[in-house]
């Protein structure tokens, strides 16, 4: 590794990492200066739901306790396929509308439930997601802005009890904020379904795709297309659930990230627009991402020779006892320790590392999520987190790239 | 609609800032290897003291014919001393340094005070009798894992006999013309290699291997 490579690389990461916290700093605010709307519109929920007997009665419970005139909100479940007892549960909200399709599909199903609905305003929820009480009133208060064509909120994780779930915790936590400082500049563009509202006719117009792995980033993009803004609000909180075991998250990464992949090559048109010409929203997303990719590469490259050494050590053991060894080692005492041959890597995955970790306080502070425990994550969470993420975006490019048909 | 972008200065800002923290870094870097550097110097110094001291006495000892190995002997054992320390010194910086062409300049003035002790003591060994056993140890710096298991070998050796072995070991690239010399009066063509005695051995020698040259020229 030479020296000039290892300096212009860790420079990169250093960059990355004071731009975004500059950026920060400059949007501190939380909300966004808004119109508010004189009137509440009336909103229609589409929760599609496939085999969801186990959540869907609190999904909808969360729902109805919203703080919303009654008369304006109408609530919809798509049961498409399901086998199991999910239309019965469903049955028993007086309130509920309930349609029954059999075919498979978030889609076909979102768009069976948009054809029936009558709101102003769509909102999309997930079958295992969950709203807080003055989630939708707070919403709906963007749609004063003609611009506004969709409205997200703060997801946050249901459970935080094994490790896998912690993680993710994190994880929602610290994209909340590159989502706000993405949505500040008016250049977000996806609606998940944890209660995304979008205008009616905008969706009526555009249609629910199946086209991708994700129809969610699929309906915002076309959004966007269309001249409209998708605002992240900070206040409103809804509740997703993780997948807690490391299969699971395996699968919905892959989805979430080859869906991804064919977005961008669906819409990238889009990519060339005014709009998204500018290199901001880039960086917002990636910067987190990349600083810490730079931090883990460089430690890679401090193992590498640590474990090199290591073998040769063992290989070493044909020819010297162990013993003459640990003596050999405690003589050498302390230079002994640094088996590593870069005093500079370690330097700079320090340097790295530490203005990572302090974008994280912030952003936990800022969420005012700051408790030791997660802290105490977060090394965790920089290091082997984030080599796994890396890994699944690896093997999703490779998918996408075969073709591979298989549903994950 | 009035568009929001990234304002252009904060690029600019963010690149000073970063371009500050990374000329910090790599100022506290040079400064620490800079120090270590000039401490390595003194030390060279030192020792380049001690063996023009030693030469001289050698040179006294011959010409009037009186022998003082006890003297001798203790002057010989201090510069090896000193030189090991030196070496662990030097070892101690990578390859990747900031200040590697002075490190090249420490390494071959470092070579060519070690090849002068070396002969010294061959000398010494042989109008004293001293019970010394000395290895010339040839080696290369860059890929060459069985040079690193060799040299824990001999270190090991040397932890067990101390003052009673003394090991040169010769850094096939350090640009001293004196260990070309040597290379090629004992035809060293591969890394590792030690030469015992006047006589070449090849490849990784055993630490048992070792032990029994040393006690070869102990008796």
Redesign the interface.
């Known amino acids: 590794?030479?020296?000039i490579g290892?300096?212009i690389i860790?420079?990169i990461g250093?960059?990355l990492n004071?731009?975004f916290l500059?950026?920060f700093l400059?949007n501190r605010n939380l909300s966004p200066k808004i119109k508010k709307v004189k009137s509440f519109p009336s909103v229609s929920i589409l929760i599609p739901a496939h085999n969801e007997e186990k959540n869907i009665s609190k999904t909808i419970n969360s729902v109805l306790n919203l703080d919303y005139p009654k008369k304006k909100l109408e609530v919809i479940v798509i049961d498409n396929a399901s086998t199991d007892k999910t239309s019965e549960k469903v049955k028993k909200f007086k309130r509920v509308k309930l349609i029954r399709i059999p075919e498979k599909g978030k889609a076909i199903a979102l768009n069976e439930g948009l054809k029936r609905a009558k709101g102003e305003i769509i909102g999309i929820l997930d079958a295992d997601s969950t709203v807080t009480k003055s989630c939708l009133k707070e919403m709906i208060k963007y749609f004063g802005d003609e611009?506004v064509g969709g409205v997200t909120n703060f997801i946050k994780v249901n459970e935080k009890k094994n490790l896998i779930s912690k993680l993710q915790h994190i994880e929602y936590l610290l994209s909340a904020l590159s989502k706000k400082l993405v949505s500040?500049?008016?250049t977000y563009f996806i609606l998940p379904g944890t209660l995304s509202l979008v205008r009616a006719d905008l969706v009526k117009k555009i249609g629910f795709s199946s086209s991708t792995l994700t129809e969610d980033l699929d309906l915002g993009l076309e959004v966007v297309k269309r001249?409209y803004?998708i605002v992240n609000c900070i206040k409103p909180v809804s509740y997703t659930k993780i997948p807690n075991k490391l299969k699971t998250w395996f699968k919905q990464r892959i989805r979430w990230y080859r869906g991804f992949i064919q977005n961008t090559i669906k819409h990238k048109d889009l990519i060339f627009t005014k709009?998204f010409s500018?290199?901001?929203w880039f960086?917002i997303i990636i910067a987190g991402y990349f600083a810490i990719t730079i931090g883990i590469y460089v430690t890679l490259l401090n193992f590498y020779s640590f474990f090199h050494?290591f073998f040769?050590?063992l290989?070493?053991a044909n020819?010297?006892?162990l013993t003459?060894?640990i003596?050999?080692a405690i003589?050498?005492f302390p230079?002994s320790l640094?088996f590593f041959?870069?005093?500079?890597a370690w330097?700079?995955s320090l340097?790295i590392f530490s203005s990572s970790f302090a974008i994280f306080l912030l952003t936990l502070k800022v969420f005012r999520s700051f408790n030791l425990k997660t802290v105490l994550l977060l090394p965790i969470y920089m290091l082997i987190y984030y080599s796994l993420v890396m890994l699944v975006w690896f093997l999703s490019i490779i998918l996408e790239a075969v073709r591979w048909k298989k549903e994950w | 609609?009035e568009?929001?972008?990234?304002?252009s200065k904060?690029?600019v800002?963010?690149?000073f800032?970063?371009?500050a923290?990374?000329i910090a870094?790599l100022l506290i870097?040079y400064y620490l290897e800079k120090s270590s550097v000039s401490e390595i110097e003194e030390r060279t110094k030192e020792i380049e003291r001690s063996i023009r001291q030693a030469e001289l006495e050698m040179l006294y000892f011959q010409t009037i014919n009186a022998s003082d190995c006890a003297t001798l002997n203790e002057v010989v054992r201090r510069i090896n001393i000193n030189l090991d320390e030196l070496a662990?010194k030097l070892?101690?910086f990578?390859?990747?340094a900031?200040l590697s062409k002075s490190l090249e300049e420490l390494k071959e003035k470092y070579t060519y005070l070690l090849i002068k002790n070396w002969i010294l003591v061959e000398k010494m060994k042989e109008s004293c009798k001293s019970q010394i056993a000395t290895i010339l140890y040839f080696y290369k710096r860059k890929n060459c894992?069985d040079c690193?298991?060799q040299g824990?070998?001999l270190?090991?050796l040397k932890?067990k006999y101390k003052e009673k072995l003394m090991i040169f070991p010769l850094d096939s690239e350090v640009k001293v013309e004196m260990v070309k010399i040597l290379m090629g009066k004992y035809n060293i063509t591969s890394f590792p290699s030690i030469v015992v005695l006047g006589k070449k051995y090849e490849g990784?020698v055993?630490?048992e291997e070792v032990g029994k040259l040393i006690l070869q020229q102990l008796s």
């Open positions: 590794m030479s020296l290892l300096f860790s420079f250093i960059y004071v731009w500059l950026l400059e611009k500040d500049f008016d001249g803004k709009r500018t290199l901001g960086l050494n040769v050590m290989r070493s020819f010297l006892p003459d060894q003596n050999l003589a050498n230079s640094f041959s870069h005093p500079y330097v700079i340097i | 609609m568009k929001r972008v990234v304002r904060i690029y800002e963010a690149f800032i970063s371009l923290i990374f870094g870097g662990a070892a101690s990578s390859e990747d900031l894992d690193l298991i824990n070998i270190s090991a932890l990784i055993s630490k």
